[in-house]
């Protein structure tokens, strides 16, 4: 269980945190960018291979798709802001509270 104490020191140490020379991100997350690329490539050529049903190519998922990918492929700041924004819903001050389940 985290402490209160230890929690506040390790939100704290985050939010100083200095953040990796590009060199150093690069040689630590390669493999698994990689990985998780050639994971999305695969699942489209899934996709891909089955569309008897004419509706998929335009299904609005594969355009979400599309879009995070477009994103990924810019030389822009805040990609996963971006990406989380394509795969969110627009806030609704209207949604109801949700209630406890007991």
Do not use: H
């Amino acid at each position: 269980m985290t402490t209160p104490l230890a929690a506040l020191q390790t939100e704290t140490r985050y939010m100083n945190a200095v953040p990796l020379p590009a060199e150093k991100a690069l040689e630590q997350y390669f493999l698994e960018a990689r990985c998780k690329l050639l994971d999305l490539a695969a699942i489209l050529d899934r996709i891909q291979r089955g569309t008897e049903d004419l509706e998929i190519p335009n299904d609005p998922r594969l355009a979400k798709f599309r879009q995070a990918l477009a994103i990924l492929s810019a030389d822009e700041a805040d990609r996963a802001g971006q990406i989380q924004k394509i795969f969110s819903l627009e806030y609704d001050a209207a949604w109801k509270r949700p209630k406890p389940r007991f």
